[in-house]
Every structure is written in C-alpha cells, then in structure tokens.
C-alpha cells in the first residue's frame, strides 16, 4: 500500500529560524515521484518540487532544501530564516505507477506558523 | 504558468439542492482534470480522475451519482454535487494535467470551492 506520513501536525517557529518538515511515505513500487505543495490560507496549492525515485540528490532553491533518502523513506523540507510569509500548511504527496494516471497521496500536512 | 480557476469560489446552499463547481484551464489544454475534497484541518483527498470525452473514474467509496463529474472540452470540468447534505460541506478542489509543459509541475491546482450547505 502507497502511504505518506507527517507526523508534524503544527509547528511553530520565531521568524528567523530554521524549520525542517517531516515527510515518510511507503511504496513497494522501485519508481516514483514525491512532491512538496505549500497551500496558504487562500487555499491554492502551489508547487514547490517533484523529485523521482532515482534522483537522491538534495535539492536548494532559495531559501528551501530538500533531503531525499531512500533509506529511510523519507523528503524532509527545511526552510531556512523562516519568514512570516511562509506561514501556511505544506503537503507532501507520492505518485507510483502506473504511468499516465498522475494520482497523488498526500500527507495530512504540517501547519506552519512562523511568528513574528 | 498555467493557470487554473474555479468558479464559484465559495456557495451556499440549502439541504437537498444541487451546486455545479466549475474548473477551468486558462491558457492550456487539460487533457486530464482531478477532483479532491478537503474537509477542514485535513488532506487532499482524491475524488475522481476526469478525462475529457469519457467517464470520470471515480475513487473507491465516491458515489459517482452524487457527484456527477463532465469533462466536455479540454479546457473545461464540472463537479455537481446533487442533493447535498450538511456532511457534503467542504473545500473542493481541482487540478489539471497539461501534457507537454514543464514536467516537475505535473499538475496544476485551482483555488478550490468552498461549499456549505446548510
């Protein structure tokens, strides 16, 4: 069974800190993709990165990085000098084949808060 | 980018009417639209997957009557909740695959319904 965990259920940080997501999914497939969105209090999901199963290379843009391994199951989002702005709920989701249908699992999303 | 709305943004009804959510893609072709409720504090999740000129196909414990799903053209879906309860009550969301665009974004989400019914 496919599966995405994030045990975080909120979390709150001082605007300037590091904050680092939890992500865990479970898959028997060899191939798949997870994905971060970010959903701010307006509701739109917004599209932060895909990575693939065969890709473990992290990943920084900005002020975001991503830590993919395998080993553990696990795509944990840290979020460097956290800003006010990125308060909102972040979603981690998987896709597994088989290809063309583009289903997502989402996690139940960490809350956000960064104050100021 | 792409961009995907849906109308209305949010609606209010009585018990036993029908409301229609449209989702619109903007500047592309969808050739693949996704359904997903939302209830308050939770996840995403997956109600049925639309293509265009056939049936939807619904997920498991989705009553495909009550929720009545038509892909007409390729830029446009309609979810029609019939007969909708109090527990019907949520954020409704779509998205749309653009085949062709940029492939990490695979989908592209709309800014969701929020549907009460009282």
């Known amino acids: 069974a496919q599966k995405v965990t994030q045990a975080q259920t909120e979390i709150s940080v001082v605007e300037k800190e590091d904050v680092t997501l939890d992500c865990v999914y479970e898959?028997?497939?060899?191939?798949?993709?997870l994905f971060w969105y970010k959903q701010p209090p307006s509701g739109e999901l917004v599209f932060l990165i895909r990575?693939?199963?065969?890709?473990?290379q992290n990943e920084i843009s900005g002020r975001y990085s991503w830590n993919f391994q395998k080993s553990t199951s696990s795509f944990n989002f840290t979020i460097t000098a956290s800003q006010v702005v990125d308060s909102a709920v972040y979603f981690c989701?998987?896709?597994?084949?088989?290809?063309?249908?583009?289903?997502?699992?989402f996690g139940t999303g960490t809350r956000l808060k960064v104050l100021a | 980018g792409a961009v995907v709305s849906q109308h209305p943004s949010w609606v209010i009804c009585k018990s036993g009417t029908s409301v229609k959510i449209e989702c619109r893609s903007l500047?592309?072709?969808?050739?693949?639209m996704f359904w997903y409720r939302q209830f308050p504090k939770q996840s995403l999740m997956l109600m049925a997957t639309?293509?265009?000129?056939?049936?939807?196909?619904?997920e498991q414990g989705v009553e495909k009557d009550k929720f009545l799903i038509n892909h007409a053209s390729l830029t446009l879906s309609t979810l029609t909740v019939t007969s909708a309860h109090p527990e019907d009550s949520s954020f409704y969301i779509c998205?749309?695959?653009?085949?062709?665009?940029?492939?990490?974004?695979?989908?592209?989400f709309g800014p969701g319904t929020r549907l009460t019914v009282l």
């Open positions: 990575r693939n199963s065969f890709d473990e």
């Open positions: 989701a998987l896709r597994t084949p088989p290809s063309g249908t583009y289903k997502y699992i």
């Open positions: 998205s749309a695959r653009a085949p062709g665009t940029s492939v990490n974004n695979e989908q592209f």
């Open positions: 898959t028997r497939d060899t191939t798949y993709y």
């Open positions: 500047d592309f072709q969808a050739t693949t």
């Open positions: 639309s293509n265009e000129g056939s049936k939807a196909t619904y």
